[in-house]
């Protein structure tokens, strides 16, 4: 009996041995035969929660040798957010956050203890199965998209550079619109159109000469903000605009309390004989509307600071076509001072030499009013760089 006992024993421990061996030489197998993983994310520099995600995928890496994770930062990269908007489109989806990533189909929204499962599921999924190019678009009922409730706290930085953005263009724009320099040259037009025609075609002046002025710094504008986010130089110009808010303020400022000393925030003294000829040459609206163009470049000198630094801000911070709404909102408001002096003047107050003597009165308040502005939206921005915001 004892005997029988024996050899049944050995035989179950033979059996077992043998059940194991099997087990391993199978999942050697599986291993050498896995294939490989490709897993796409896009994240934020600073973001925490994309920070926590790439800790963990660098974990998933050493279990998983064959999984190779592609990184797309946002942030900085604007090329890379360019990218993961195209793919939005492409996918059909609503995506704005990160950390966000694809894989077999799937596009995971955020990071969390539950969102760790979903990704490690996934790759072990396509160890055994190839899952391809995880941004190959396959039917709408293929797409299955996963994220929880804490995802909408993930983009908080790019939140508040968001809130942050229309209010410094507005305040940008307002210092643009009581710079004493478009004054001036809205004056003069007004003045040479009134001794050559009645108030209602002198106001037809001023329009095509407003018209234009908003044209061409709209296509200034645009044609730099595109050269800004082509180049990939948006984050160190946004450092360099910041320097140039502080210059401007202060030059501004120091207008105040000793104008026409040293740099002067206008037109340069020894052009306005040569612009001044020029407004007083146009005799048609049509003249009035080409005049403005070169205009525009006579007062770049002193209404392109605010300009350069909203642009500096706009290519680091969004995308082409909302950068196209705040350019036609900040050159709006750039121009409705204008608009509203030709109204005063066509409707009753057709003595443009007082208008220029108030002018003459008020500049160095206005220079004292665009300094302290350009000096607030500076520092807002010296604290976004400090507090990482952009």
Same mark, same amino acid.
């Given at each position: 009996m004892?005997?029988? &006992?024996?050899? /049944?024993?050995?035989?179950?421990? !033979?059996?077992?041995?043998?059940?194991?061996?099997?087990?391993n030489e199978n999942e050697n197998e599986n291993e050498n035969d896995s294939f490989t993983v490709n897993l796409v994310m896009f994240y934020g520099q600073g973001c925490p929660h994309c920070a926590s995600l790439r800790l963990f995928l660098d974990d998933q890496i050493e279990k998983y040798p064959s999984l190779?994770?592609?990184?797309?930062?946002?942030?900085?990269?604007n090329e890379n957010r360019i990218l993961f908007q195209e793919i939005s489109k492409k996918f059909d989806v609503n995506l704005g956050g990160v950390p966000t990533?694809?894989?077999n189909g799937k596009i995971i929204e955020g990071f969390s203890n539950s969102l760790k499962k979903q990704i490690e599921n996934e790759i072990k999924i396509c160890l055994v199965?190839?899952?391809?190019?995880?941004?190959?678009?396959?039917?709408?009922?293929?797409?299955?998209?996963?994220?929880? #409730?804490?995802?909408?706290?993930?983009?908080?930085?790019?939140?508040?550079?968001?809130? /942050?953005?229309?209010? &410094?263009?507005?305040?940008?724009?307002?210092?643009d619109a009581i710079n004493p320099c478009a004054f001036a040259v809205l004056i003069i037009l007004m003045t040479a159109?009134? #001794?050559?025609?009645?108030?209602?075609?002198? !106001?037809?002046?001023?329009?095509?000469?407003?018209?234009?002025i908003y044209i061409s710094y709209f296509l200034i504008g645009l044609g730099l903000f595109s050269v800004l986010q082509a180049t990939g130089l948006s984050h160190?110009?946004?450092?360099?605009?910041?320097?140039?808010? %502080?210059?401007?303020?202060? !030059?501004? &400022?120091?207008?105040?309390?000793w104008y026409g000393k040293g740099i002067l925030m206008e037109i340069p003294l020894s052009w306005?004989?040569?612009?001044?000829?020029? !407004?007083?040459? %146009?005799?048609?609206?049509?003249?009035?509307?080409?005049?403005?163009?070169?205009? #525009?470049?006579?007062? /770049?000198?002193?209404?392109?600071?605010?300009?350069i630094v909203i642009l500096g801000l706009l290519a680091k911070e969004v995308t082409k076509s909302v950068g196209l709404f705040y350019l036609l909102l900040y050159n709006f408001i750039f121009v409705c001072p204008l608009i509203i002096l030709l109204i005063i003047i066509y409707k009753g107050f057709s003595n443009t030499e007082k208008l220029e003597k108030i002018r003459k009165e008020k500049i160095k308040l206005l220079h004292l009013i665009s300094g302290i502005l350009m000096l607030g939206i500076a520092i807002v921005m010296i604290l976004s760089i400090i507090y990482g915001w952009v």
């Open positions: 004892k005997k029988i &006992i024996i050899v /049944l024993t050995l035989i179950l421990m !033979l059996v077992f041995t043998t059940n194991v061996i099997a087990e190779i994770v592609h990184e797309y930062e946002v942030y900085q990269n990533v694809f894989i199965k190839d899952c391809g190019n995880p941004l190959d678009k396959g039917t709408n009922d293929d797409i299955h998209i996963f994220n929880d #409730s804490s995802f909408s706290i993930l983009d908080t930085k790019k939140e508040i550079s968001q809130k /942050l953005t229309i209010p &410094i263009v507005i305040s940008a724009a307002a210092v159109a009134l #001794s050559i025609a009645d108030k209602k075609k002198a !106001l037809r002046f001023g329009l095509a000469f407003t018209a234009s160190r110009f946004y450092i360099f605009v910041t320097i140039l808010a %502080v210059i401007v303020g202060i !030059l501004n &400022i120091k207008d105040y309390f306005r004989p040569k612009l001044k000829k020029i !407004l007083n040459s %146009v005799t048609s609206p049509f003249g009035a509307f080409f005049v403005g163009f070169a205009v #525009s470049l006579f007062e /770049l000198p002193c209404t392109g600071g605010p300009y």
